[in-house]
């Protein structure tokens, strides 16, 4: 095929690529060692790279020739590497464990350089173009966070916000929202972004023993959205787990007949709204997008019944009849959540206090509380990306894989939120990855563009390949075939060519 020629930069991937070290296997295909790839787009031609990511886990591991650093779904036993991984629990007040620095889920971008991410405390810097690890850097030397996702956000100045919980405090438990500065200023160029960390807020749990698992979180031009789900982490038994001999992914659990209650952050006055918003039981990992329109905040998720998700990608369930065997009980669906923030204070309990068009439901209790019911714009996407220029505001398009009750996606799909219209990708035998959506430079409508994702065959011997669509009418523009064994990655970026440095650099 032919690839635009504007099609200037490195497409970075990031996802678990080792699942046996010598004898020792990891139990879920998340615990992975973090394997790295790219490719790397210049003039009309595609360079492939890929290399594992040489965090300290790694070489520990490498080095013992087993698996000697907990992950999520595997506790390893007995440590070596004392000297960098503390021991694995201790009294109430210190009950997180030194976690692995196995960043092996996104990629992000803080002042100009370049990061691998997991959802511990650490990440490790890396060069997008040699793929070489470079520093690890803890959060918690700037923030006291023990945790953190993987999906930050990145305001109009450049700005990198997140989100991570602090179990430091003894029964204090909280989400913290920080902010990184995209620059510092010119007399400290030598310091590093993360000094210039910010606590922009804090949330109580609701629970200081059982604080929600939240792999991503929202924002608007003038708000912050946070989903508490009912899916939550046991920090009693997470201390314990290691005596117990259990994974810390046992400690995780979710309660059906609870509520998952929406919190939302001004970002001016660094306040939460002091109404409190609410819907029933659910488990979600991605938000989409939101926006605000006529005092309403609008926000979109991909949301499931239960946590079966999580479940499916243990190795003992990943066989060769995985895709015919491994059935979800709970098909992702892509919620619309309407929130009236400046509702009729004299309404009629029990009357809808949506007055936008949709058949999203937000009703007033007795309490005061208020019940948010979403409207259901389409089922079976994952791995939702936008057009980035519209984050934040009222957009048209999701780009995403589509999967039905099987986890592994075999489709590619562009949905448009309005005309409920969905285009498709597919080819026989193919696993495709997250598409990644990369805006043309003259761009004038939202999806003026091309969509990048790498596709897997079910065949090992077949060769993978990044296949590069047209965004609009999701024609194939080209696809560059690796004779390489290709992994299936979980989420990474675009970087435009200015965006690079040199290599010098």
């Known amino acids: 095929g032919q690839l635009p020629s504007w099609l200037q930069g490195i497409l970075l991937r990031n996802g678990p690529g080792m699942h046996t070290i010598g004898d020792t296997k990891y139990n879920h295909w998340f615990d992975g060692l973090a394997l790295l790839h790219s490719f790397t787009f210049k003039n009309g ?58 960043c092996l889920i996104n990629v992000m971008k803080a002042g ?35 945790v953190a996702t993987s999906h930050p956000h990145y305001d109009s100045a450049g700005n990198l916000l997140n989100m991570g919980t602090s179990i430091v405090d003894k029964g204090k438990t909280k989400y913290l929202l920080f902010k990184i500065p995209s620059s510092v200023p010119e007399q400290e160029k030598k310091k590093s972004c993360f000094k210039h960390l910010e606590v922009v807020c804090s949330v109580p749990s609701r629970s200081l023993l059982h ?74 990992f991605h938000h989409v997008n939101a926006y605000e329109e006529d005092g309403h905040i609008i926000f979109d998720i991909i949301a499931y019944k239960d946590n079966s998700l999580y479940d499916m990608f243990y190795l003992k369930n990943l066989g060769k009849d995985f895709e015919e065997c491994a059935k979800l009980t709970s098909i992702p669906t892509c919620k619309r959540f309407v929130i009236p923030l400046q509702y009729d204070k004299d309404a009629v309990l029990d009357s809808n206090l949506v007055t936008l068009p949709s058949t999203a439901t937000a009703v007033k209790e007795k309490d005061g509380n208020i019940y948010c019911q979403p409207e259901i714009l389409c089922e079976g996407i994952e791995l939702p990306r936008i057009n980035y220029d519209y984050n934040g505001k009222k957009y048209k398009y999701i780009f995403a894989t589509q999967v039905q009750w099987s986890p592994v996606p075999t489709k590619i799909a562009k949905f448009n939120i309005q005309t409920k219209e969905m285009l498709h990708w597919r080819q026989d035998d193919c696993w495709p990855s997250e598409p990644v959506f990369v805006p043309s430079p003259d761009a004038k409508e939202e999806d003026d563009g091309v969509v990048l994702t790498c596709v897997v065959k079910t065949d090992p011997k077949d060769p993978p390949f990044l296949l590069v669509l047209d965004a609009k009418t999701f024609t194939e523009l080209g696809r560059a075939t690796v004779n390489v064994e290709m992994h299936m990655d979980l989420h990474g970026m675009f970087i435009p060519q200015q965006d690079k440095k040199t290599e010098t650099d």
């Open 112 to 146: 100009d350089d370049f990061y691998a991410t997991g959802e511990t405390n650490f990440i490790r810097k890396i060069n997008p173009q040699t793929l070489e690890t470079l520093e690890k850097v803890d959060y918690h030397k700037y923030v006291a966070v023990n």
């Open 211 to 284: 604080p929600s698992y939240y792999h991503s979180f929202g924002i608007t031009e003038n708000y912050i959205i946070f989903t508490e789900q009912p899916f939550r982490l046991d920090i009693v038994k997470m201390a314990t787990a290691y005596i117990r001999g259990v994974s810390w992914a046992s400690c995780l659990a979710f309660n059906k007949d609870d509520k998952t209650w929406f919190h939302f952050i001004d970002r001016k006055t660094k306040k939460e709204v002091s109404t409190k918003f609410y819907t029933d039981a659910l488990v979600f």
């Open 45 to 102: 031609e595609v360079y492939y790279r890929s290399k594992y990511l040489r965090s300290d886990t790694y070489n520990c591991n490498i080095e013992a020739n087993r698996i000697v650093v907990s992950e999520f779904g595997t506790m390893a036993y007995p440590d070596p590497c004392k000297n960098i991984f503390a021991k694995a629990f201790s009294y109430l007040s210190h009950t997180i464990p030194e976690f692995t620095d196995n």
